[in-house]
């Protein structure tokens, strides 16, 4: 079995995604996920283990067709370097869906919560295994058809999931037809979906302008799915309506995942020296990474509510991730790959933190945690440890992060792209004081619910937390890992 570990990993829970309606019975649907998850989160880590000790990429040919023929599926020290990561964030959510889905989800519906939820899951891993294009599209609408009905289940506490679920089904469906068209375009080029073998024989007709054309439609698809500003308005109202488990899921996992596939055909396939590839990153990728982390920064700082404040914070991070790239440089792509694993540490404690209180207060605002430092400590401390991490505050993985990325960024002279990552992080201190002032600093409210907080509500945030502290003072073997996966795509000492 274990030669057929690139594909269980994936298999087991979509085979597993079935049966969890069929079981009729949340609990056992709760722990077939539990199971499923946990068996992909081993075999991932069996997967990094073999990938970074031998420093060989694994292949595994479906149904024994070699490449380019049939699909293959590739683990290198890139996707070993974040499939762990997703896998394990799932297990960590999944072990806390269950306290969560039965406050915020009709117990009726919760087998299929559970069902979809192992699909949005199942296709994450696919997309970042696969080394076909066309499957990654395969992958990805099961990902995201599975997420779409995972934001509309909010609807039974706020209605306004079913337009959050439909706007984000619309603008999902057309980045999966942007990248689909751009894909088409490259097979009409190179009669090939295999991604090695596309990057062997494009050199032979970059001069052709279809060839640009496929990577734009790529690139603008993949821009939307990533929520890179300004394709980034259907972000906000699916993470702040959706149930909490769907919003720490997605705030953690979903984009960091279209971010790898960007840099998976960006990096892997056309190479930063295909014709006009500079102009996309050196000009368009840096430079909207620069406005949304400014924007999304800005943004946090006017709103009130909790899920949206971290919402909006996700485009500033997401601007990081896009800054980095866009130098096209092997420091600069390694920092996107740091901040890719901190932020999704980061904002799962936050949301998964987040979502401990709006199971007991309904919404939680500025207004509503006033004072709530006091009767829930360990929830809120776990969220501000999570905004000093996204400060950048040393002893933080958000500290990693932005070190590696603002020495990336004055190694190639980029003075004005350091100075905007600096003025954002330090614009966050705002927003992230305001909710340290209502939580400890303000009484709380005369008539205000008293919250009862539990292990079962703070823990799975903190093992998040310990997580981000963790690879903010032991951050060598991380960082290590993401310059590794840098060097897969842009080789060389840059």
Known sequence: MIEHAP?????????????????????????????????????????????????????????????????????????????????????VVTFACRDLIDREIDRRDQTL?????????AGMLGQLATGDAFNIFVFLEISSLSAYALVAMGAGKDRRALPAAYNYLILGTIGATFYTIGIG????????????????????????????????????????????????????????????????????????????????????VFGIDFPGMLDLLGIVLISLGAIGAVVGTAAAILETDLKRIF????????????????????????????????????KGALFLAVGALVAQLGTVTLTSIRGIGRQAPMTTAAILVGGLALLGVPLTAGFISKFYLISAQLQQEAWGFAAITVLSSVLALIYVWKIVEAAYLSPRPAGAPVIQETPSHWLPAWVLVAATIYFGVQAQAMVQAAFNAADVFIGGAQ
């Open 7 to 91: 594909i269980l990993q994936i298999v087991i829970p979509l085979l597993a995604a079935p049966f969890a309606v069929l079981l009729r019975k949340p609990l056992l649907a709760w722990l077939l996920a539990l199971a499923a998850v946990g068996s992909s989160f081993v075999i991932s880590l069996y997967l990094f283990n073999i990938v970074s000790t031998t420093g060989q990429s694994i292949t595994y040919e479906i149904g024994s067709w070699p490449s380019p023929i049939g699909i293959v599926y590739v683990i290198d020290a890139a996707n070993a370097y974040l499939i762990p990561l997703i896998s394990g964030i799932a297990l």
């Open 113 to 121: 919560f559970y069902t979809a939820w192992l699909l949005t899951i």
């Open 185 to 268: 375009f490259l097979y009409m080029l190179t009669g090939t979906l295999n991604l090695a073998d596309m990057a062997e024989r494009l050199p032979a007709v970059a001069d052709n302008h279809t060839a640009f054309a496929g990577l734009a439609f790529i690139a603008l698809g993949l821009f939307l799915k990533m929520a890179l500003f300004p394709l980034h308005f259907w972000l906000v109202p699916a993470y702040s309506y959706a149930p909490s488990a769907v919003s720490t899921l997605m705030a953690a996992t979903a984009t960091k995942v279209s971010a790898f596939i960007l840099i998976r055909l960006v990096f892997g």
């Open 311 to 346: 919402a909006q914070s996700s485009i500033a991070q997401l601007g990081y991730i896009a800054m980095g790239m866009g130098l096209a440089s092997k420091a600069g792509l390694a920092a996107s790959f740091i901040h890719l694993f901190n932020h999704a540490l980061i």
